[in-house]
């Protein structure tokens, strides 16, 4: 341990925007060169991360920076985002896109409507439910926008708002059988288990077969106290889709409740199996199916960071993680920028996250190594580096920063 701190004293320095850059002018020329020739063997660390990451996961050509947003025009009363320009350009272009039919004929609830996807699909709720208000003002006649309000309110827990918004879109289509699911869901968050019976029953007649209709019914029995009715619609939903998730662990839940240890475990043991099915709806679909490609998004912001536009990779990275907060590369990422302006606690903690996301990967821990250094864990930052090199023995960078500190853990210790 005393080793590794002797090793950083002498061949590293920290400056503020050069994480560890050693000091003499020898190395940092031939860092250069390895730079212009593509070899990474002797650049700094993070700035090591930025080419594995910029140019392995690869960078997509984005073109020219867009303009900032035009002033509203006609369509002033429907929302916009602030700040366009500064977010992913795919986002930015179709926004502006939308908005320009919109500005076109302002009268158009079809229009107005299909921004209002575009920003469901984007997570920015309160836009998407003004421009769906919009839409239902000027198209009344419309189902899909009572019912993409209704699906926001759920969303929110406004569970008697959904109900309200769920009944009007079936009085406007009542053959649309994933909007009486949904309705009967909001009944019984809303407390109204008779409602939700009647509405599930509704669903088996629209749709028989379907195993929403008789989960539905075993929810509402479990509400309303009766577990012995309540399985065996559960068991009838499990056999009509075997891989339903939460079918599977309802039921083991009231087979316990009623006394079925046994057949409750085999349940609970087939939960690694089971998956979360989606309902057959159309409408969410025509949202699901304009949400971006985050991977897209994060090799643009790669560029970014390559071509050293910190501040516009960050905010893509961020949009990734309000996207997908699970993202591991997006994590990933954003530590080696905090890391590249001297933050090393906010590069660790990203690390941390990214590696609960994914502990098998060998990134994360190697980037790790620098961030606890540099905060003083040295010891922590050796056990990073002893995990990356245990999970994959010739990782590059794991393998690079180790002989930066002297090429063994060993003689660090």
């Not at 088996?204 to 009766?226: D, N």
């Not at 893509?316 to 591991?328: G, K, M």
């Not at 606890?372 to 994959?392: H, S, V």
Request: net charge negative.
């Amino acid at each position: 341990m005393r080793r590794a701190g002797k090793l950083l004293r002498k061949g590293f320095a920290v400056t503020r925007g050069s994480p560890f850059v050693r000091n003499d002018a020898r190395t940092d020329a031939a860092a250069k060169r390895a730079i212009i020739a593509g070899a990474p063997a002797l650049w700094p660390a993070w700035a090591v991360a930025i080419v594995f990451l910029g140019f392995v996961l690869g960078c997509a050509d984005s073109g020219p920076d867009l303009p900032d947003e035009p002033a509203p025009t006609a369509a002033a009363e429907v929302p916009r985002v602030p700040n366009l320009s500064e977010l992913d350009p795919g986002f930015a272009t179709a926004v502006r896109d939308a908005l320009a039919v919109v500005d076109q004929d302002p009268s158009s609830g079809a229009a107005v409507g299909a921004l209002g996807r575009l920003y469901q699909a984007h997570r920015y709720v309160d836009q998407a439910r003004r421009c769906y208000e919009r839409a239902e003002e000027l198209d009344p006649s419309r189902p899909d926008w009572p019912y993409y309000l209704g699906f926001l309110a759920a969303g929110r827990g406004a569970h008697d708002e959904a109900a309200r918004l769920f009944e009007r879109t079936l009085e406007l289509r009542p053959s649309y059988w994933a909007a009486r699911v949904r309705l009967g869901n909001a009944l019984l968050a809303a407390g109204d288990s008779d409602g939700a019976e009647e509405a599930f029953r509704a669903v088996r007649a629209a749709s028989p077969g379907t195993p929403w209709s008789e989960l539905g019914l075993g929810k509402t029995a479990r509400r309303q106290g009766r577990p012995e009715t309540a399985v065996q619609h559960l068991r009838t939903a499990l056999a009509l889709d075997p891989a339903h998730r939460e079918t599977r662990y309802l039921l083991a839940m009231t087979e316990r409740q009623l006394g079925n240890t046994e057949r409750a475990e085999n349940l609970l043991a087939g939960l690694v199996d089971a998956e979360v099915s989606n309902l057959d709806d159309p409408m969410l679909e025509a949202v699901f199916e304009l949400v971006r490609d985050t991977q897209t998004m994060i090799r643009t912001a790669n560029q970014r960071l390559a071509e050293g536009n910190h501040l516009a990779a960050e905010r893509l990275y961020r949009e990734v993680l309000r996207l997908d907060p699970e993202s591991y590369d997006a994590h990933l990422n954003l530590s080696v920028l905090h890391g590249l302006a001297d933050r090393n606690q906010e590069a660790a903690a990203a690390l941390e996250r990214a590696i609960e996301i994914d502990p098998d990967r060998a990134d994360a821990y190697a980037l790790l190594t620098i961030a606890y250094i540099r905060t003083g864990r040295a010891e922590r930052g050796l056990q990073q580096l002893e995990k990356a090199l245990e999970l994959d023995p010739d990782h590059p960078r794991a393998r690079e920063i180790l002989r930066s500190l002297g090429g063994s853990l060993e003689q660090l210790r």
